[in-house]
């Protein structure tokens, strides 16, 4: 794997919030470009936290985000896990690997004479490769799976929260609903989420949300009424015997024949007595006494004894039909038991029907019976036990109703949290089985474990591949190849290293006798340490082609002729490197380094089919607000295209000049850059003078017309007020003045720098337009 960019950089050092927003990502071959100062050393410093695996010991608050090309991710949470192959040159590696005054720690480089061993140690390298990269892509399917699983909690817990809390917004429990909650829940409930039993149909669950309402109401009061199977088998038998018996009478057959005509008469009899008369009030004729007698023959005490009997058991029988109790209104339930109530009521008001008239069947042969006391052939027919029953059926459900009411307002939370339960059962239970969650569990459990197990092969072949390294290792190769590189970078050979067994590291000798003990100029340390730094890149026989090198500007203690050695050194050492990294300030350096990469993008170019280019350039830029901060960028076209760190410097401070706006880092930039210029300008024309800044302006002023005394002392006392100030402003004005300022001031220069040489000045517009 590669390194794709570096996303973020939090409290590293100067570089307070960085992120990756005007930069481009990595390629094969990078070149950062940035002054003394601007923190490029800093930056460095990142890849050292991933070679070390550790996060940063300078910066303990700090963060950083870094992606690779697989799709991983570094941070310095878990930079400890990186397998990235990374080798760094910068002052820590320098502090770490050299004591000046004492010794330099041992490079193994492999045998090349152990032929055998090699072999073995090439098939235990690229199994570890392979079993490495398998790991590492498991590992990513892994990660993948565990994200969607992670994923799933997230919305699931989310889409649960919805639908609870639409039921009741004031139950924090819901309300706060998160994954946290979620997986707990679906954990403590295994089985049961496991499960299809779960799971409710439609109708329940409008049961159960609205059971779960927050809405408490008032208890119900309600009496059963039941009936007595008995009661009516009893009336049966009384009804029986009335409409069996008879009484003797001297019988008129046509008044036994017609009932209603016998009811007239018995009536019309007792008026005639009570009014003592003989008068038929019907036709007017005289009632004889002998008709008289006949008739009250027929109508004897006994019949009216068992007539009276017969009126009174109809008036019992009529009390006897099933009253519509007081029911309670059905408003007064909770909303999930009014389905329940109405069916029960639907139930009771049938089986009072169905009661009510087998109770008028009986009711109807009464009536015949008392119409015709004679008449014994009448039958009826029991109340049936199907009836009663389903009376009383529907009496307990009505009474079962209200007692589920009662019991829910008495214990109204507890009856609440048990239906917001059942609903938050259904709704994991449909989302983990909708999901496969326990299955997909189950196979991270499955896959890590057997990733893990390669994971232990790849240790094993990691302790059987160093102990073979060891065995095939020898420093004494190690110093050999170093002080050849070291001497064809110098250009001289006093400088060697030694090994000492004693000390189990290389002694730095002069003449190959004498110990320097710190006795070296700064450039032999440079040069010492940058060859070193090249050569530990082979130690363990490790190949550049799987190796991240980075650079942290080698050329800082160099003259010129050192700068082109250690330029052709790291091409010639690290072009075919997985990726490289050089950070400098040196604008020659960097030239010698941009016409490289630049070259490479040229070929790539030229390729049928073209390829991409893969080398890319950034800044570092520091802002000169305090406290300072930095970022890194692509370069400017300009930093690219010009062979000169004059023409680089010409080109911005003249987009500035043409700028509409300029922001305060840019207004502070500009004192820099106008400094820059007018040095390098002056310095090149006037050459008696180059030491002393102000020499030089008063030299470029004479002969001018257009730029007098007062323009010249503006520009000066403008370049060295916000360029070179050891003092830090308080004053809120300062940096108003200087964004007011700039743009005047680099008109200024400008028209100085064509007053002094047109012809120069023209060229210069002519490259940088």
Known sequence: MSIKNIQKLKRFGIFHNHTNDNAKDFGKYNLFYGWNGSGKSTLSGVFRCIENKTDSGKFPSSEFTVNTDGGTTI????????????????????????????????????????????????????????????????????????????????????????????????????????????????????????????????????????????????????????????????????????????????????LVEHGDIKSWVEAGLGLHKRHNTNQCEFCGNTITEERTKQLEAHFNDDYKAFQDRLVKADSWLAGQYIQAPMLPVASDFYEELKKEYSEACTKLEKATTDLNEEISAWHTALKKKTENPLETGLVVEAIKESSIKAFND???????????????????????????????????????????????????????????????????????IRTLEESLSNEGLGAEQFNESLHKFLG??????????????????????????????????????????????????????????????????????????????????????????????????????????????????????????NAFFYTIEASTAIPRHSTFKDANASLVNYNSEYHYIFSRLYAYRNSPALSRDEAFLTANLARKLLESFFSFKFPRYRSDIAQLMDRGLKGCEVTDEATKEKIYRFINKYSHSVVIEVNEDSSENLVGESQNVIGDIFAWLQEVDEVHYNEMLEVVQ
């Open 75 to 254: 941070t310095q949470e878990n930079v400890v896990q990186s397998d990235l192959n990374v080798y760094t040159f910068n002052q820590d590696f320098i502090d770490e690997n050299i004591s000046w005054n004492s010794v330099v720690k041992s490079i193994l480089l492999v045998d090349k004479a152990k032929i055998e061993e090699r072999e073995k140690l090439e098939e235990l390298k690229k199994k570890h490769k392979t079993d490495s990269e398998a790991y590492s892509k498991e590992a990513a399917e892994i990660k993948k799976l565990e994200e969607a699983i992670s994923k799933f909690g997230t919305d699931s817990a989310r889409r649960l929260k919805m639908s609870l809390q639409s039921i009741d917004t004031s139950d924090s429990h819901y309300l706060n609903y998160n994954k946290t909650k979620f997986e707990a829940f679906i954990t403590s409930n295994l089985n049961a989420t496991e499960k299809d039993a779960s799971l409710l149909g439609e109708e329940k669950i409008i049961e159960l949300t609205n059971a779960a309402k927050p809405n408490q109401k008032n208890l119900i009061s309600f009496t059963q009424q039941t009936i007595s199977q008995e009661t009516f088998s009893k009336a049966k038998e009384r009804l029986d015997d009335l409409l069996k018996t008879s009484v003797v009478s001297k019988t008129i057959q046509r």
């Open 394 to 464: 529907a009496m307990t459900a009505i009474s079962a109703t209200v007692g589920k009411h009662n019991h829910k307002s008495a214990n109204f939370k507890e009856e609440t949290d048990k239906a917001k339960k059942q609903l938050e059962l259904h709704y994991a239970t449909t989302e983990v089985k909708d999901f496969g969650y326990y299955d997909k569990k189950s196979e991270v459990a499955e896959r890590a474990t057997a990733n893990n197990g390669l994971k232990t092969t790849i240790n094993n072949l990691n302790t059987e």
């Open 492 to 613: 001289r050979s006093e400088i060697t290293l030694h090994f000492n067994p004693v000390k189990k590291g290389y002694e730095i000798l002069r003449n190959d006798s004498d110990l320097v003990e710190g006795n070296l100029s700064e450039g032999e340390k440079t040069a010492i340490a940058f060859v070193y730094f090249i050569t530990k890149l082979k130690e363990n026989d490790n190949k550049m082609e799987n190796t991240i090198v980075v650079v942290d500007d080698p050329v800082s203690s160099f003259d010129s002729n050192h700068i082109f050695h250690a330029y052709s050194f790291l091409r010639s050492n690290c072009d075919k490197a997985k990726q490289l990294f050089v950070f400098t300030h040196n604008f020659t350096y960097f030239k010698l380094i941009r016409d490289w990469f630049e070259g490479i993008n040229r070929n790539r170019k030229r390729k049928s089919p073209p390829k991409d280019p």
